[in-house]
C-alpha cells in the first residue's frame, strides 16, 4: 500500500495547458486553466501554460509536449476543433475524443444520440434567432440557449 501523503513526486513530464482560447468563455478558461497548471507543476510536472489562439498547431508543433490538459471552455475548445488539431499532431489530451466532443457540444445532435438510447430528454425545437424573434416557439416560461455554445453563454430564461 502506497501512503498517497508521502509518495514521490512525478518525473519532469511536460504537459501543456490550454487555455483561454476564441470562445465566449475565454475569461473562466484563462482562470481554471492557470489553477490546473500551478496544481500540475505543485504535482512536480513540466509545465506550459498556452493561450491557444489560431497558431495552436504551430506552437504545440514546437513544443512537442507529453501530454496536453485542455482547460479550453466553449466553441473551439469543447466541440472538438482543439481534439482534431491534438489527434493529428499525435498528442494526447484530456476530453473526450473529437466526436464525442463534437455531438456533446451541439445541443440538438446530443439530444439525438440519448433519445436514440432511450434516454428521457426534455421538449426542446430548433429554431433560428430571427423566427424566435416574431413569435414564442413554446409555451412559456421556456429557457432559450445557443445551439452550440458552452455552460451558460446566450441563456436567456423566456
Request: proline fraction near 4%; include cysteine; hydrophobic fraction near 40%.
Amino acid at each position: 500500500m502506497v501512503d498517497l501523503g508521502t509518495a514521490p513526486k512525478r518525473t519532469r513530464q511536460h504537459v501543456v495547458v490550454l487555455k483561454g482560447g476564441l470562445s465566449a468563455e475565454r475569461e473562466v478558461s484563462l482562470r481554471s486553466g492557470a489553477a490546473v497548471a500551478e496544481a500540475a507543476r505543485d504535482e512536480g510536472y513540466s509545465v506550459t501554460e498556452v493561450d491557444a489562439g489560431r497558431d495552436l498547431a504551430d506552437v504545440l508543433a514546437r513544443l512537442r509536449p507529453q501530454a496536453c490538459f485542455n482547460a479550453l471552455h466553449g466553441k473551439y475548445g469543447e466541440d472538438g476543433c482543439v481534439q482534431g488539431i491534438l489527434e493529428m499532431l499525435e498528442i494526447p489530451y484530456t476530453h473526450s475524443g473529437v466526436l464525442a466532443s463534437s455531438l456533446a457540444m451541439h445541443k440538438e445532435r446530443a439530444k439525438d444520440v440519448m433519445k436514440a438510447c432511450g434516454v428521457p430528454v426534455a421538449e426542446a425545437k430548433l429554431v433560428t434567432r430571427g423566427s424566435a424573434l416574431k413569435v414564442h416557439a413554446m409555451q412559456p416560461p421556456y429557457v432559450v440557449k445557443p445551439v452550440a455554445e458552452g455552460s451558460s453563454v446566450g441563456v436567456v430564461i423566456v
